[in-house]
């Protein structure tokens, strides 16, 4: 069954200049309406997750603030191992085969839900050898990584972005949003035990799973019509196991600094750290949704017109230095004070590690945009190679840094890192030394449009 028609009157209330961009271009309306329901989610997640999360912050203090933001970096880490690699893959499969989707959802689901269950074993192992005497950092990680089983269920997800209709996403993950934030805020209010908030997490993603089952069958599909497919199953993760590998690495090196200030310091380092790390990723959905809208597009444009494709991306990087320059230059100026208006003065410490974790994002924004590249070109072991280089020098600048400067440090290992992976690295290979240019040039002269 086909999704219902959008009704696009919206066009006509844009200003007169603007509009003639719009009419009689369906894809990039297309792309634009997508844009903005994905924009109006995750501005709605900041404004209430920003409020509920500082709230936990204030309630619980640095120290089991820190607690429960080192059980999550754990579960963060074998996050991708629960993904497989397989987004990019799935929604561009769905674009191409169309008539096979039974086939590449069931399958997809199948793989996600064993990889899921499994990473919830690995994990509840990890932390148990880290801090084998600390059982309520077990309990938290227990609790917590049911997420990595209810994950699963976003493989309906893939199929409303490979129609580029993700408003129906929106409405089921918004509604298990709002009634997790709700239990938060309870939570809070009755003082209950850092557990309880760890549970939320898993409650969300229950809920969600729900939500997005509900919102499938309401356009017509039916989750029990999938079918898996070994020979599928084996085709598909012969692709992915590049992304896979760099998910991996990613994941570790962006969640492995929290590990390491709670191996190397304390929960409270970890607690003020990730006060800086929330501020500084609040605006990071923002080139997320820009590039998941466009990437469809970018993989067509790259069938028909080469040159067209490489001044689509120019356009992108631009647009991405622009975005990551914005953010990054009023948030120096007033990290300070936002820490402390947000946080308290129980959290002063995190203002230098802002300041540096916010230029970091200048470069993770731009990697958005170059991943996106290296998926249309088909090199996806390039991209393991980039993230690879990236997590190393992120882990052995953690550990040099971390012991001498704590959560500092952690943060100066994230900025230098992240340029390597992003754009540092790409110099080393030659067939990349045009999109390396091509990014140097958007961080010297970034463009809005």
Not at 26 to 38: C, I, P, T
Not at 279 to 301: H, L, R
Not at 358 to 363: A, E, I, Q, T
Not at 429 to 438: A, D, E, F, G
Request: charged fraction near 15%.
């Amino acid at each position: 069954m086909t999704l219902p028609p959008v009704d696009r009157t919206w066009v006509r209330y844009i200003p007169s200049f603007l509009r003639k961009r719009f009419e009689n271009r369906h894809v990039f309306q297309e792309a634009v309406e997508n844009s903005g329901w994905l924009f109006a989610d995750r501005i709605f997640r900041m404004g209430v997750g920003l409020v509920v999360g500082v709230w936990i912050a204030r309630y619980l203090g640095p120290s089991e603030y820190g607690l429960l933001s080192y059980a999550a970096s754990i579960i963060g880490m074998f996050s991708a191992v629960a993904l497989l690699g397989l987004e990019a893959i799935v929604v561009r499969d769905l674009v191409r085969n169309p008539e096979r989707e039974q086939e590449i959802l069931g399958t997809t689901f199948r793989l996600r839900f064993l990889a899921g269950a499994i990473s919830y074993g690995v994990a509840i192992a990890t932390v148990m050898c880290l801090r084998f005497n600390d059982p309520k950092a077990h309990l938290l990680v227990g609790v917590m990584g049911w997420v990595l089983i209810f994950g699963a269920f976003d493989t309906i997800d893939l199929w409303f972005q490979s129609r580029v209709r993700s408003k129906f996403v929106v409405y089921a993950k918004n509604a298990a949003f709002v009634a997790a934030s709700l239990l938060r805020v309870g939570f809070v209010v009755f003082k209950t035990p850092v557990v309880a908030f760890a549970a939320a997490n898993a409650i969300e993603y229950a809920l969600a799973a729900i939500g997005l089952l509900v919102v499938y069958r309401h356009c017509g599909e039916r989750f029990g019509s999938w079918k898996g497919n070994l020979s599928l199953a084996r085709e598909m993760f012969r692709e992915s196991w590049p992304l896979l590998l760099s998910g991996i690495v990613f994941m570790v090196y962006l969640r492995i600094d929290q590990v390491f200030l709670g191996q190397m310091a304390d929960s409270r380092e970890v607690g003020v750290y990730a006060a800086a790390v929330k501020i500084a990723e609040i605006w990071f959905f923002i080139p997320t949704v820009v590039v998941n809208s466009v990437f469809p597009n970018i993989i067509k444009t790259k069938e028909n017109d080469e040159e067209e494709f490489y001044r689509r991306l120019q356009k992108l990087y631009n647009l991405m230095a622009f975005i990551g320059y914005a953010i990054a230059i009023p948030t120096t100026l007033l990290a300070g004070f936002v820490v402390t208006l947000l946080y308290g003065k129980a959290y002063a410490a995190a203002a230098p590690m802002l300041i540096l974790l916010v230029w970091s994002d200048v470069f993770a924004i731009l990697a958005v945009a170059r991943n996106a590249y290296l998926l249309a070109m088909n090199w996806s072991r390039v991209l393991f190679w980039m993230v690879l280089i990236g997590a190393v020098s992120n882990v052995l600048l953690n550990m040099v840094l971390i012991p001498r400067y704590g959560g500092i440090g952690a943060a100066a290992a994230s900025l230098i890192s992240y340029w390597i992976a992003g754009h540092g690295a790409c110099y080393l290979h030659k067939p990349l030394r045009r999109t390396s240019n091509m990014m140097t040039r958007a961080l010297m002269y970034p463009k809005f449009w």
